[in-house]
């Protein structure tokens, strides 16, 4: 269906309408009409066929006749038009964020300001605090959104990687011919973020595949194609590699392809003081040169006399001499976790009852589930007073005596205050199964502040786990000012655990840190913090961030059993 496509189109259209001040109902028509094909439940291309585009809400006489253009002949002269008259920098300085097309007009009109580079220019120059309506603060987030922007527009999320490698893999899986397919590179090392999507497969025609997959509805650009390997460009930004290979070196070519680069020069070195040269296609046998073909990635590592290493633990962080000397960790899996200790529900600014998110957690096949909503000072989110929280565990236990299979935890998430004092009193947090403890308020504090309100209610007898401790939201927010080492100092010295946040923008505690808490004993909890049913599911990606950081079984704490759990919590 083309009706993401127009509906894009037109939304286009309605900002560069916008960028040259055109008349604002005009501008509001396009908006309307595009929102309205965006959330068409049938074929656009079928509605115009059948001459019935004008029965769309929003949609006019005008409209429909551009709409009908673009699907007889691909464009839409008046959409050319703007084009044209637009420095095309311009257009793209409207996906810095805080930057409307209102903004963008003003800035070109009263600073001649059409690109990216000038607009940075301009900032650091306080012009664009002159402006009316903008000032030193608006200045200073401008600047913020560039350096965000220019981060941003090399790496996506895994969680944005992932239905895109599920949809290729799922379309080419079909094809006649083809043998194995995998993704490699950092998503099959399920990094937080991925750069670009490599994926590896072998076929008896690999033209064929090769041609299906250019042609896939989810490509919009072919970069490059050639009998055995392409590359697109799929969502506007992101580009994906597809190679086939032979079936004798899928092994090795598998292999060098997962990376990461510095696992893979340490690997080769290994190989040389071994007697052999690895390359994608095989291992060479120096003395003789002699070619080994392997097909299963199992066997490079064992020919090199190491077990197999886990993609996740590839980035040369020690894996390689773990590995030498038999003592690779045995990952956590997700299949080990027992239940989740960190969820919200319709108490505060959760989707779901506790009976719902109960019932959800028993599908997933968890042993427990700990409610833990927001304290008054998150407002905003619902925040319970102390009354409501006192109502909501008699409420939690009644459920609990109407369930079978799942025990719900009364746990809160009590707010770390600005002041460094906890959001409830002692005596109510002890009432509580689980108590997880987090910063949302005083962000910006400095290091001295905020690391002393961590430590501090790590200190604290009634806290169990520390919520997403560094507050980090990737590509959106920095982490706090905290001195890493001081709180895990304290979580190790007072069994104090530590989260790993699952919620895919977060991934809070992150891989590097959380391998560090690993090795001073802290245990992790890798807790969901959903706010509805669905969001229980990006558990997974807090198992990938455990993975990442070696944690075992043991390094968990909600892969305890209930029974377990209860008797290694503070209380
Ligand atoms: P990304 O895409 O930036 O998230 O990271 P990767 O790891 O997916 O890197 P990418 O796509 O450039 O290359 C995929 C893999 O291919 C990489 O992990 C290791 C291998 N590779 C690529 N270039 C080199 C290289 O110059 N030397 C070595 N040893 N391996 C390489
Ligand atoms: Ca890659
Ligand atoms: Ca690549
Ligand atoms: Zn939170």
Known sequence: MKNREVAGLLYEMAELLELHAENRFKIIAFSKAARAIESLPEDISLVCQEKRLQSIPGVGKAIAQKVEEYLKTGQIEAHEELLAKTPPGLVKLLQISGLGPKTVFLLHEKLNITNL??????????????????????????????????????????????????????????????EHITAAGSFRRARETVGDIDILATAGRPEEIVAAFVR????????????????????????????????????????????????????????????????????????????????????????????YIPPEMREDRGEIEAAMQGKLPRLVEQKDLCGDLHVHSDWSDGRASILEMAHAALALGYEYIALCDHSPTIGIAGGLPPEKLEQKIEAIAAANKELDGIT????????????????????????????????????????RAITGRL?????????????????????????????MQAVLEAAARTNTALEINSHPSRLDLSDVNAKAAKEMGIKMSINSDAHDVEQLLTMKYGVNVARRAWLEKKDVLNALSLKELLSSLKR
């Open 117 to 178: 580079e000038e607009l940075e220019k301009a900032a650091r120059e306080h012009r664009i605090r002159r402006l009316p309506r903008m000032g030193p603060t608006r200045e200073t987030n401008i600047l913020r959104s560039i350096e965000r922007y220019k981060k941003r527009s090399t790496r996506i999320l895994f969680s944005t990687a992932e239905p895109i490698v599920n949809d290729i893999l799922a379309y080419l899986q079909g094809m006649q011919g083809l």
């Open 216 to 307: 896939m509805p989810l490509v919009e650009e072919v970069l490059a194609q050639g009998p055995t390997k392409a590359s697109v460009i799929v969502q506007e930004t992101i580009q994906v590699d597809l190679r086939i290979v032979e079936h004798q070196s899928f092994g090795t070519v598998l292999q060098y392809f997962t990376g990461s680069k510095e696992h893979n020069v340490r690997l080769r070195q290994l190989a040389l003081n071994r007697g052999y040269s690895l390359s994608e296609y095989s291992l060479t046998r120096l003395a003789d040169s002699r070619d080994l073909f392997f097909d299963r990635e199992e066997e490079v590592y064992a020919a090199l006399g190491l077990p």
């Open 455 to 483: 430590i501090s209610a790590i200190e604290n007898e009634n806290v169990d786990i520390i919520g997403h401790p560094t507050g980090r939201i990737i590509d959106q927010r920095e982490p706090y000012e905290v001195d």
């Open 408 to 447: 719900v935890l009364a746990g809160t998430e009590v707010d770390i205050k600005a002041n460094g004092r906890l959001d409830y009193a002692d005596d109510l947090l002890a009432r509580c199964d689980v108590v997880v403890a987090s910063v949302h308020m005083g962000t910006q504090q400095n290091e």
